[in-house]
């Protein structure tokens, strides 16, 4: 998992609560157990049309925000369904982080456990952000995960609260493999005595 630490990257504004997980990812693309090649998928209902052309109304089909590294959505982001192909999808866009009111627990676990910071900022906030973004589309939003703050286009800036360890995993790059490969050498350990006291 790649370690999150500083981001400078373009935002996109989103507005819409009770994104669920579906609507991230439909079902139809939930056959593949592989992280990658999702991002084209992402929010498919939205971003295409029936004939498979692009929407062009859809604000990640717009050209200020086609590199989009940031996403600025509404209240209740990420809820409905557990499917961590949520994150995988977007973070095979290129999305890193995602700024929201709140978030569905599971979504924002899975997010966590995939290198995808998820960040809790006030509503007005979200609305100001989203605001900004939409008077000077392709503007860049500025996240530093050690501060724990979020930089606007106009240069204000805002706390966001994290759980401790969720920024340990984030700053590390350590997913549930990462974090149980830490433990590596007491687990050889464990196995080599084991092994001596059960020779059967």
């Known amino acids: 998992m790649e370690k ?8 996109a504004p989103l ?7 579906d609507m991230i990812i439909p079902k139809q693309y939930l056959k593949t157990i592989l992280r990658t090649g999702l991002g084209v998928a992402l929010f498919s209902e939205m971003r295409y049309n029936d004939d498979g052309s692009e929407n062009p109304d859809f604000v990640l089909n717009k050209p200020a925000y086609r590199d989009a590294k940031i996403l600025i ?9 557990s499917r961590e192909h949520a994150p995988w999808a977007i973070l ?23 290198g995808v910071l998820p960040v ?12 900004q973004l939409h008077d000077s589309p392709g503007a860049q939003v500025a996240i530093d995960l050690n501060a ?8 204000e800036k805002w706390m966001f609260e994290i759980d401790r360890f969720d920024q340990y995993r ?6 549930d493999i990462g974090l149980t490969m830490q433990l590596e050498s007491a687990i050889q350990t464990f196995v080599t005595h084991y092994r001596q006291r059960h020779s059967w």
């Open 73 to 81: 959505a509404g209240d209740n982001f990420g809820c409905g369904s």
């Open 4 to 11: 999150f630490d500083k981001l400078d990257g373009v935002a």
């Open 170 to 175: 984030l700053l590390n790059g350590l997913d």
């Open 92 to 114: 095979d866009f290129g999305i890193r982080c995602v700024i929201a009111p709140s978030f569905g627990d599971i979504f924002y676990i899975n997010c966590i456990k995939n």
């Open 148 to 155: 724990q703050s979020v930089t606007g286009p106009n240069g």
């Open 120 to 131: 809790r900022l006030p509503a007005a906030v979200c609305d100001e952000l989203r605001q």
């Open 15 to 21: 507005h819409q609560i009770n994104v669920d997980t």
